[in-house]
């Protein structure tokens, strides 16, 4: 029964997505900006919220109808004069979190942003740790008989 | 033995994401809940299908009576599929159905309704993206169900089949009601 | 047309190719754990064997798109009567089926030279490197047979036509892309195989090390091929001017090459010094294991891609079953017999050693932290918690700055010695080079560019420190000897292959810096006689029309383009193309490519008043990028030329010559 949900599901994504159009073509659209920082800001935000039918596109990419949307959104925000944050929590609020490309600092996602400089002290610790082991370890005894071993061989080459 | 168990870990660190990808096979990755689950049911004021003069807003839906809202459109062929389904919840299970007629013109929308049947108490009619917006729709159709005091309480995405309509829409119905 | 018995005859070629690959596996490995020679003879007449039936099955298929044979529901899914040859022939791999198939065919052709070139290898270790490909074979040949087989038939019911090879996949960097990506994949399936026969036989010594690098390096170097590529198709074929997107199927590739690259220089600590045994075993089986799990999350549904295969969680379920054996048992095996006793080379911190394990580890946490990132969402949704997406903007923020540590510890490497370094001989190998760097690349954007960008200098000063001791090592060397010819002829391959490929890591970062910081993008709307300027180059539209091209109708844009006031003008014509099969629309981007920029022009959409909206962008130094991947490539190989993998030492050979001569300092 839940494979046929999940099958009737993944056939819906598909309608939805057809219907949506086919995403491959960049989303090329004409649009006037008098301020670059307002351009800028507004590239920047359509290239950090995702499409929500789109396999992984950025709503700057996608031609899909609801990217085209949240572009006249982000944009009709940016002439309001609303701040980069308030934009993206208003897609937010609509979409959920899924459409944020930039995953927020919160609880569930400590893991995800921590993880590297953890890494990074465990590792730090790991090098000392070995480097100090070793640094002992190098001043191996020499047995007599390689010793003597040792001084034939020196000899040998000096003569040759 | 100290040496066996850091040796151990990457062997643990493998099952540990071998559990999670098994589960992810199950998981549907389009399969999104709602950003308004629990939230009221986003302000709007926009004239109606049939009588362009009328005009409704959010009280429309805080009467104190269940209503399943559909978003439909003409272009639609899943909204056209999943109308039988529609008009039994209207008419034999006795729920209060109210449709968002988007990105259409009135014509179509008309037409499709004449054609497919009219389970809808009232449509709000809303060709520019305006409420459809605020609940976060990207396709059609999607249904969601807002209890008698504009919380919406369940959201359906896509075509509503009849097993959906035993399993999951009326149980959700019966539970808010 | 259709074919009488051809899709069967491959058909039954793989079952027997994977009962061959099953004798493989199991009948040396069992042979050398209990000493039968007879046994262990199996492996290499299997393994050419293996090849030779996995090689017909191909050819059948092959020949079943070229002969347009709709009854066979491969071709009839990915071909098309009007398909030019050469798609025909790349449509093969173009599919879930047929990709797995080339997989299998690699793997077995990688078998097969292993079996070929180890002649000088001990019998019982080739029987075990032989039975755990044998193994690995088995597995992948059975995933073909039990849910991908690409042989199925359509009978009775044979369409007239094929349903066309997807638009976006009809282009020369589809063809190169996925045999060069799964040669490097499939590659390290050998030193894998090394890493767990040196396990089970509790042998490994610097020789092992010796024989198991120029497979390593040859595998990561078609792996860098293969994803340069992809990033080089990307960036011309789909229309929007990115080069990396941090998708999980790109990021898939990543993961493999990251340890793929930890482990080659692991290798050659190994050989060298004897040290960092259990290092490089465990690197060589992640980075397997990661070429696994790519292919797992490619073609499982579980993550959201562009790239992804039609999905199929009965497929999925399998590959993880095949990741979950594999996997699970090479670290069970790894963590039951893992060198005990390690030798104990000592070194310092300021040693090659040492700036070699911590380049490793940052490699190493740079892939947790990207394989982290691409499943995270996985493991919210899975844990309850949400849908959340993980994309660019975190996976830059994280891999620029270890990129920037990689660098800084690599322009150290380069100089240090082995064991130990005096401070005073890094300091005067590396001051002018630290100097230089901060100048010229603080420099550099402000005498070149309009605007001055301190990430881009950045970039500029960590490529240089790369570079810049490698150049006062050339010439040092140069200088020492009788004639710069003289000095340059003595230095080997191997050194060369070394400053090649680390060279080409200081390329690739210039190329990123500048790009991402430089690049000019414009969206305009342009009919015939408009003109636009776009970084000194003016864009004049002169004409649109229509052409028909073998399976598409096109609309084509006529553009010339002038830089500044010269008069000499070039043509750009993008078009957008909608092809006939499959109705879809596709847009044909015009590139004018540059060694230090290109420029790019892509058609939008139809303004329907006789106007057209294009984007126009100016990408400088975006070829460095794949030059640098090129000249890594390039690199990697040269490092194993060298005449003393050629030679192949005998097992005989003592372990002294792990330890290079007093005196002789780092070379590669």
């Not at chain 3, 002649?119 to 074979?137: F, N, Q, S, T």
């Not at chain 3, 050998?190 to 040859?218: K, S």
């Not at chain 3, 962008?617 to 794949?626: D, G, H, I, N, S």
Request: glycine letters at 8%.
């Amino acid at each position: 029964m839940a494979l046929m949900r999940l099958s009737r599901l993944l056939t819906t994504a598909l309608v939805l997505l057809l219907v949506a159009g086919l995403a491959q073509a960049a989303a090329i659209e004409v649009r006037e900006f008098d301020d670059p920082v307002l351009e800028e800001r507004y590239r920047d935000l359509t290239a950090s919220l995702r499409c929500p039918t789109c396999q992984n596109q950025a709503i700057n990419d996608s031609d899909a109808p609801v990217s085209g949307d949240m572009r006249d959104r982000v944009y009709r925000l940016l002439m309001d004069g609303r701040a980069d944050i308030e934009i993206r929590n208003h897609m937010v609020e609509r979409f959920g979190d899924y459409v944020l490309y930039n995953p927020r600092l919160e609880g569930r996602t400590y893991l995800l942003w921590g993880l590297p400089a953890v890494l990074g002290l465990l590792g730090l610790v790991l090098v000392g740790l070995l480097v100090r082991a070793r640094r002992n370890a190098s001043n191996r005894e020499l047995s007599a008989e390689e010793r003597a071993r040792l001084d034939a061989l020196i000899n040998r080459e000096r003569t040759e | 033995m100290n040496r066996r168990l850091i040796l151990l870990l990457p062997l643990a660190g493998f099952l540990a994401l071998a559990v999670f990808l098994y589960q992810g096979l199950s998981l549907n990755p389009f399969h999104r809940e709602s950003a308004l689950m629990a939230r009221e049911f986003p302000a709007f004021d926009l004239a109606t299908l049939k009588e362009p003069e009328r005009r409704v807003d959010r009280d429309l839906l805080t009467t104190g009576e269940l209503t399943l809202v559909n978003v439909w459109g003409e272009w639609c062929p899943e909204c056209k599929r999943e109308m039988p389904q529609l008009l039994d919840l209207a008419e034999r299970h006795d729920i209060r159905l109210v449709g968002i007629s988007w990105k259409d013109t009135r014509e179509k929308a008309l037409g499709f309704l004449e054609e497919f049947g009219d389970p809808f108490e009232v449509n709000i009619f809303d060709p520019d993206n305006e409420l459809a917006f605020e609940l976060g729709v990207y396709g059609a159709p999607e249904t969601f169900l807002v209890d008698g005091d504009g919380v919406i309480r369940y959201h359906h995405t896509g075509y509503i089949a009849p097993g959906d309509v035993t399993e999951t829409i009326l149980p959700e119905v019966e539970q808010w009601r | 047309m259709q074919t009488l018995m051809i899709p069967e005859i491959g058909h039954y070629a793989l079952v027997i190719a994977m009962l061959m690959a099953a004798v493989q596996g199991v009948l040396p490995l069992a042979g050398a754990a209990t000493r039968r020679p007879l046994w262990m003879a199996y492996a290499r007449p299997m393994a050419a064997g293996q090849l030779l039936f996995v090689a017909i099955a191909y050819a059948c298929l092959t020949a079943s798109y070229m002969l347009d044979d709709f009854s066979v529901t491969n071709v009839a899914n990915n071909s098309n009567s009007m398909l030019p040859w050469y798609y025909k022939l790349s449509a093969v791999w173009g599919n879930h089926e047929g990709s797995v198939l080339l997989w299998s065919l690699l793997l077995a052709a990688w078998g097969y030279f292993a079996s070929r070139f180890s002649r000088e290898l001990p019998r019982d270790m080739v029987a075990r490197v032989l039975g755990v490909l044998g193994l690995v074979g088995t597995g992948f040949l059975a995933f073909v047979l039990v849910t991908s087989n690409p042989f199925e038939r359509l009978l009775p019911n044979v369409p007239g036509d094929g349903a066309d090879l997807n638009p976006l996949l009809q282009d020369i960097g589809l063809i190169m892309h996925p045999p060069m990506l799964y040669m490097g994949y499939v590659g390290f399936s050998v030193v894998f195989a090394f890493a767990i026969a040196a396990l089970l036989g509790g042998r490994l010594d610097a020789a092992w090390a010796r024989w198991a690098r120029p497979w390593t390096n040859l595998a990561w170097a078609f792996l860098t091929v293969g994803i340069a590529l992809g990033s080089w198709w990307a960036y011309y074929e789909l229309g929007w001017g990115g080069w990396w997107f941090w998708d999980p199927v790109e990021n898939a590739s990543l993961l493999p090459w990251l340890t793929g690259t930890a482990l080659m220089h692991s290798l050659a600590v190994t050989e060298k010094r004897g040290a960092f045994k259990s290092w490089t075993l465990l690197l060589a089986i992640f980075t397997f294991s990661l070429s696994l799990l790519g292919t797992f999350l490619v073609r499982s549904g579980v993550l959201t891609s562009v790239h992804a295969f039609a999905n199929d969680p009965s497929r999925g379920q399998f590959i993880l079953m095949l990741l979950g054996i594999t996997v699970g048992l090479s670290l069970l095996v790894f963590a039951l017999r893992a060198p005990r006793v390690g030798h104990k080379v000592g070194f310092t911190w300021l040693s090659r050693d040492a700036l070699l394990l911590i380049n490793n580890i940052l490699l190493v946490i740079m892939t947790i932290t990207v394989l982290m990132g691409t499943v995270y969402p996985l493991l919210l949704d899975a844990l309850g918690l949400g849908k959340i997406s993980v994309g660019p903007p975190y996976f830059n923020a994280l891999f620029v700055p270890l990129t920037l540590l990689l660098a800084l510890f690599m322009g150290l490497g380069q100089v240090a010695r082995w064991k130990q370094t005096p401070v005073s001989l890094l300091v005067s190998r590396l001051w002018l080079a630290a100097v230089g760097a901060v100048i010229l690349g603080a420099a550099l954007p402000l005498l070149f560019a309009e605007r001055w960008s301190p990430a881009v200098a950045i970039g500029l000063i960590a490529a240089l420190w790369i570079v810049l001791p490698i150049l006062r090592d050339l010439f040092e060397k140069a200088r020492n000897a009788s004639s710069v010819g003289a000095g340059l002829k003595k230095l080997s391959l191997a050194y060369w292959g070394m400053q090649l490929g680390h060279l080409g890591v200081a390329v690739t970062i210039v190329g990123v810096a500048v790009v991402s910081n430089y690049s000019i993008e414009q969206n305009v709307r342009m009919a015939p006689g408009d003109s636009v300027e776009v970084a000194g180059y003016t864009f004049t539209m002169n004409e649109l029309s229509s052409r028909q091209g073998a399976n598409f109708l096109a609309d084509r844009a006529n553009i010339s383009v002038q830089h500044g006031d010269s008069s000499r003008s070039f043509a750009m014509n993008p078009e957008k193309r909608l092809y006939l099969a499959t109705r879809m629309p596709m847009s044909q981007v015009a590139l004018r490519p540059g060694f230090l920029r290109d420029l790019y022009v892509a058609m939008g959409e139809d303004l329907g008043d006789g106007s057209w909206a294009l984007r126009v962008q100016y990408k400088p130094f975006v070829r460095w990028l794949w030059l640098g991947g090129l000249l890594m490539a390039f690199g990697g190989v040269l490092a194993v030329a060298d005449k003393r993998y050629r030679r192949l030492a005998t097992a005989r050979d003592p372990e002294a010559r792990a330890a290079p001569a007093p005196g002789r300092e780092a070379s590669a």
